[in-house]
């Protein structure tokens, strides 16, 4: 039987350590759906689209990448895995400090459907700073972005908040 996981997120946006872990768990699974979470009550600096069009162009030179599919879900995660028929969720464990929230989370789910369970993967030490926000406060002083996301994801960064900034 082929093995199925979700790696789910927010991915705005994706960055060297989100791929990190995602390469690691098409190691582990045959296909990986990596899963964007669409929340209306989360304020983003992507759109759904934008965030999707950003991780496909980011798979494009890998050669896992054929056992990974993208896919935006809204709702509860569990209720995805089941549409999907997966019993597996992926989630980066990057120090201390997160295993709190993702303990929580992943017990949460598994109350919520208890044949769906978490596997925390680690990714490679030299990521393990890395975070999301900390890539867009970086963007916003107009930092150097070269050792956290691809090129083409700095270049969608640095656009967004220059025209952030005009509007101010
Ligand atoms: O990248 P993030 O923001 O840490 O990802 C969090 C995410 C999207 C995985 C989580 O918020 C989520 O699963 N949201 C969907 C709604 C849901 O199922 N909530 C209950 C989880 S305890």
Redesign the pocket.
Known sequence: METLALY?????PITYGHLDILERATELFDKVIITI?I?SK?DTVFSGDEREALIAECLEDKEWAERVEIQQ?T?????FAKEKDAQTLV?GVRQVSDFEYEF??AL??RR?APDVDTVFLMPNEQLTFIS?SLVKEIAYWDGDLSSFVPQHVAEALHDKYKDQKELQ
């Open positions: 789910p997120g927010s991915f705005d979470a929340n989360k879900f709702g509860l995660l569990v209720d989630r929580r989370m949460t789910n919520l999301a």
